[in-house]
């Protein structure tokens, strides 16, 4: 008898009980029966184009083949796999596939991990029929910058059509000519400009589609495989990094249904080629005259330590620590606060949210309360441009039926699909939500939308220009919908798990807040005495750096001449700077201001935990040495400390995550064991059973002033911007946009000026986009390209037309 939720269907004369609803060939392979495949994919539709799943079903009239990836299981159905029907089946179609595929398995990329040939092995024939002249092309042909595709080993899966529409929503795939000439290729002028092009290359059942970079580079069985987290953006996508020799030379996306599915953006994908740029920096620098020179581990840890200990504790600050791992951020909290003293501390950059509602708003959901959602709200970023995984997981749901809201300042990736696509011109966002708080005329529509439950909210900073205390209000607003579970949205790799280390002026390790007195007197019984006085945030500490209320800084990857609102106030903070240590794998607009620069190891390079947007713990191993002389920023640290003649205890990752899980509150027992032995690859949500959360924090209702004046600035995100990975990755360094101005035809003719046309913004001659998706009296300008990383953002900006020769 069957349980509930499921059927029982008898597969080669054993009965089994399987999910009710579920396709026959997922049910067969779940009871250990294993059906041959080429189009089916778990995360795709079905289509049934390859045929090789054909099975025997019984039915009224007897048995008859069908496509089992395509037939649901039924309650008594009877299935047969092996019969001599079946096999002569499988050896017809896999004779059908090969009579024009080329037999170059000795030089294919796929050849050794190939569907084709295990299956050609385990169910062909053995030998073929076919003595003719096998059809050719010319190869391989780029579809794209990253992917390469060789038509004639094409078996016409369909895989690739599928992943590029339905799942990234990128109909740049499809199938062209007829019979034998059958091919998959692009449109005409139209390349496959998608964020999501390398997943059609993990997906290919064959060589068809490859990887510019790894083409040729190695075989299967020469690599090593190492389960890993990508950090490039706050999802922390799960990911399978494969080596040899001591090089990264592919990272696939791994299965993780919490996290990414097995989907990556060609960001995580190809971020790596920065981790071998010949720009790395791989040995400790010392500031000479203009420019820097060699020195050793030695010397240029006793400098640091020297300089730093020559200045009052708070007279120090400590900028970054949202790219490493949980373990430098905790050993970065310490450092500052035992051996410096020092409670100035930030892992934002003055383009985040309050440290409060990041790490610890109530009704905080998780990735996979997506896939349950009735009705979902965006109203920050462009995920597609911030979060592309997560944007993929919208899509999905989408697609299953949720109803989608987004709100924004300018056109996203994510308003062809949306239900209601609500349009705002910067700064004017508070009246939007006011409308929508009160039902107004005009937003009945979308509210009663918003009032089918579940409701899961993302909720964020649409622009850097946008006032933060905005995304709180939304917040509240959110919380106050249906069954509402909230995602803060915060893009920094690992921003998340730094904050909850306490990298931030108002919390302490384990989501503990400096104003809970009991909090800070626990914490206080294992690192001694903490600073009594208020922590300053990012910019507050490069304001203190100008005013000479500050002299030093530690800078923990992180560039804030790039990265913070105001450009020409980082860069007048680190000038003023008696001394500057710097962190860093590379030299950055910031870093050239150091006075000392050692050089730190990448997310690849090290061990230790990540925690995501969702609070997800999940470990990050390291796949390769680190480069030259590089090292963890934990393990520096531990070595300045003890050269300042005290303890940190961070030599290892390993001890420093028992520290975690022993003082800080919502990591209570989310060691590297738990993770490795009880949570599994997913990782575990914290806090974890047994641990607490000191800190639940309410978002309220805040008054948020509308900005005024002609034109007003929204800084658009980009994913390939000039960030410090993306300009030293030679497979993405070209792929940023240039600068320009995109307006209104209406403003645009207000200041006669065209397409084309030299605009003068804020300083900054760009030329003009006339483009009717941006809202009136707004001004959308792509933020950190080489051509804009100069704008400041502010609220509004002064845009005037250039006269004479720019």
Avoid at 1 to 8: F, K, L, N, P, W
Avoid at 207 to 227: C, I, M, N, Q
Avoid at 576 to 582: C, D, H, I, L, S
Wanted: net charge negative.
């Amino acid at each position: 008898m069957a349980e509930h939720g499921t059927v029982s269907i008898i597969i080669n004369g054993v009965e089994h009980d399987v999910p009710e609803g579920e396709r026959l060939i997922t049910a067969a392979e779940r009871v250990g029966e294993y059906i041959p495949r080429f189009c089916h994919h778990d995360k795709l539709a079905p289509v049934g184009k390859c045929r090789m799943c054909l099975v025997e079903v019984e039915g009224p009239r007897g048995s008859a083949l069908t496509t089992s990836c395509t037939v649901p299981v039924t309650d008594g159905m009877v299935v047969h796999t092996e019969t001599d029907v079946v096999k002569k089946a499988q050896e017809g179609i896999l004779e059908f596939l090969l009579l024009n595929h080329p037999l170059d398995c000795s030089v294919c990329d796929k050849g050794g991990e190939c569907p084709l040939q295990d299956q050609a092995l385990a169910f062909g024939a053995g030998e073929s029929r076919f003595i003719e002249e096998k059809r050719t092309f010319t190869k391989p042909i780029p579809v794209s910058e990253l992917v390469l595709l060789d038509r004639e080993r094409c078996v016409v899966c369909d895989r690739c059509v599928r992943v590029a529409d339905d799942i990234a929503g990128d109909p740049l795939l499809e199938f062209i000519d007829r019979g034998s000439y059958v091919q998959i290729n692009t449109f005409p002028n139209e390349p496959f400009s998608s964020y999501f092009s390398g997943n059609t290359v993990q997906v290919c059942p064959v060589g068809a589609l490859t990887s510019v970079d790894y083409r040729f580079k190695a075989r299967p069985w020469d690599l090593e495989s190492v389960r890993s987290v990508s950090l490039v953006d706050s999802v922390q996508s799960s990911v399978d990094v494969h080596t040899s020799r001591g090089k990264i030379l592919r990272v696939y996306g791994a299965e993780n249904d919490a996290v990414n599915e097995g989907w990556l953006s060609d960001k995580d994908r190809f971020i790596f080629s920065a981790f071998r740029s010949p720009d790395r920096i791989t040995t400790p620098l010392v500031r000479d005259g203009d420019g820097f020179k060699e020195t050793s581990w030695s010397e240029a840890v006793e400098l640091v330590a020297m300089r730093l200990g020559g200045h009052v504790g708070t007279e120090v600050g400590a900028i970054g620590g949202a790219n490493g791992t949980n373990e430098e951020a905790f050993a970065l909290a310490k450092f500052m606060r035992t051996v410096v003293g020092s409670p100035h501390i930030d892992a934002q950059l003055g383009d985040g949210l309050d440290p409060h509602l990041a790490s610890s708003i109530t009704a905080r959901g998780t990735i996979s309360d997506l896939d349950a959602a009735s009705t979902i709200l965006v109203w920050g970023p462009d995920l597609k441009e911030t979060l592309p995984v997560l944007y993929l997981r919208v899509r999905k749901a989408v697609r299953n039926g949720a109803a989608l809201v987004v709100v924004s300042p300018y056109s996203t990736g994510l308003d062809s699909i949306a239900t209601h696509s609500l349009r705002y011109r910067a700064g004017s966002g508070p009246e939007i939500l006011r409308k929508l708080a009160h039902g107004d005329a005009g937003y009945e529509a979308v509210t009663e939308t918003l009032a089918n439950g579940p409701v899961v909210a993302l909720v964020g900073r649409s622009s850097i220009t946008e006032n933060p205390m905005l995304a709180e209000a939304v917040a509240a607003f959110a919380r106050s919908l249906p069954h509402a579970k909230l995602l803060p949205l915060l893009t920094r790799a690992n921003v998340f798990g730094a904050l909850d280390m306490g990298l931030a002026p108002t919390l302490l390790p384990g989501r503990v807040s400096t104003g809970d007195a009991a909090g800070v007197s626990l914490l206080e019984d294992s690192w001694g005495p903490l600073p009594e006085s208020a922590g300053k945030d990012t910019m507050a500490m490069l304001e203190a750096l100008i005013d000479r209320d500050l002299v030093a800084v530690i800078l923990a990857g992180a560039d804030p001449i790039r990265d913070c609102p105001d450009p020409a106030v980082a860069e007048s903070a680190l000038d003023a700077a008696e001394f500057v240590v710097a962190f860093d794998a590379f030299m950055t607009d910031s870093t050239r201001k150091a006075h000392v620069v050692l050089p730190a190891a990448l997310w690849g390079e090290v061990d230790g935990t990540v925690t995501n947007l969702e609070g997800r713990v999940q470990r990050l191993r390291r796949s390769v040495q680190p480069r030259g002389m590089s090292i963890s920023v934990s393990a520096a640290l531990d070595d300045i400390a003890r050269a300042m003649g005290a303890e940190l205890g961070a030599a290892d990752w390993q001890l420093i995550n028992k520290e975690i899980a022993a003082v800080a509150p919502a990591y209570a027992g989310m060691t590297a064991d738990y993770l490795t032995f009880e949570a599994g690859e997913e990782g575990a949500v914290v806090p974890i059973p047994g641990a607490t959360q000191p800190l639940g924090h309410i978002p309220v209702e805040v008054n948020v002033p509308v900005v005024t004046g002609r034109f007003t600035l929204h800084l658009a995100p980009a994913l390939y911007d000039a960030g410090v990975l993306v300009r030293n990755s030679h497979m993405l360094e070209g792929f940023a946009d240039p600068g320009v101005v995109r307006m209104h035809p209406r403003d645009a003719a207000s200041l006669a000026v065209a397409d084309g046309d030299l605009i003068d913004a804020e300083g900054v001659g760009l030329p003009v986009k006339i483009d009717p998706e941006v809202p009136e009296r707004s001004v959308v300008i792509t933020r950190n390209l080489d051509t804009t990383r100069g704008i400041a953002a502010s609220a509004d900006i002064r845009v005037e037309t250039v006269r004479g020769e720019p």
